[in-house]
Every structure is written in structure tokens, then in C-alpha cells.
């Protein structure tokens, strides 16, 4: 069993999130579901409470009412290997959402993520000033990150 699972609390659209994310990931399922059963606990027989796995990481997502929103100062961090896998999961994702910069985005259910190629770490790493800093320049200027044009940033400096 996962140590720290990650919670997330929507007012009453976790299974809609659900479903959206466990069809963006291979890796991905539901684990189980919960529904209110008491007459006054909310819409009886509706979704209280999903359990779900995202490449291999545990989640829990409940309905838990307007009392909360999700904000930017946390948000889910995807590795991506290729450019195909940055734009099919950024895609989806961003739909109905709200891009930010520098590989973030809103989803429309407010949950913030970072779609991130893993080679930017490689690219901002090492003693070269100038290649970092014009890598970091070419990012601050995308939405959707672009592995073509950090790698040119990249070798151009």
C-alpha cells in the first residue's frame, strides 16, 4: 500500500474526472468506488468516493461539495518521454481547460498539472550558463513545451 496518497476534493464531478484521467494514462484504472447510501448524505446512490491508480500512483477523489477549490500551488507533475506523448496528454487535458506557461495547465475540473518532457531536466543541468539560460527562455515563452525548440535553444547557445 502507497504511503501518501494524493486527495482531491471536487464538488461533484469526481467521477467525470475520473473517467477523464484514467482514459489519458496506460497505466491507469479505477480501484473502487463509493456511493452516499443514507437518505441526507447527499444524492443517495451517487458517487462519494473514488479510489484510482495513475501510472502506478494512488489516488483518492471525493465529492465533496463547493467548500474548497483546487489552486496552482499544487499541482501533478508528468514525465513525458517523446513530443507525441507531451501533446496526446496535454490535449486532453487542457480541454475546456485553461493553458498556463511553461508546460502547466488547468484542467477543467481546476486540477493544475505539469506536462514536462523528462529531457528539460537534462537541458537545464550542467555548468553551462548560457545553455540553461536559453533553454529556460525558450520555455518561459511556450504553453505547451516543445522538445524541438529547448533542444535548439539548447544547442544554438
Not at 514536462?116 to 550542467?126: F, M, N, R
Request: proline share 3%; hydrophobic share 40%.
Amino acid at each position: 500500500m502507497q504511503k501518501i496518497v494524493t486527495h482531491l476534493w471536487f464538488d461533484d464531478k469526481a467521477q467525470e474526472a475520473v473517467d477523464l484521467y484514467v482514459s489519458i494514462f496506460e497505466d491507469a484504472k479505477i480501484l473502487s468506488t463509493q456511493h452516499f447510501d443514507a437518505p441526507g448524505e447527499g444524492n443517495e446512490g451517487s458517487v462519494l468516493a473514488i479510489d484510482f491508480q495513475l501510472a502506478g500512483q494512488h489516488f483518492h477523489a471525493i465529492n465533496g461539495g463547493p467548500y474548497f477549490q483546487f489552486t496552482p500551488a499544487i499541482s501533478l507533475y508528468i514525465n513525458c518521454e517523446t513530443q507525441e506523448e507531451v501533446d496526446k496528454i496535454w490535449n486532453k487535458l487542457v480541454a475546456e481547460g485553461e493553458p498556463v506557461e511553461c508546460g502547466w495547465l488547468t484542467d477543467k475540473y481546476g486540477i493544475s498539472w505539469q506536462v514536462v518532457p523528462t529531457i528539460l531536466e537534462q537541458l537545464l543541468a550542467g555548468d553551462n550558463l548560457a545553455k540553461r539560460t536559453a533553454v529556460s527562455k525558450a520555455m518561459f515563452k511556450m504553453k505547451k513545451l516543445n522538445i524541438k525548440e529547448l533542444q535548439a535553444a539548447y544547442d544554438e547557445a
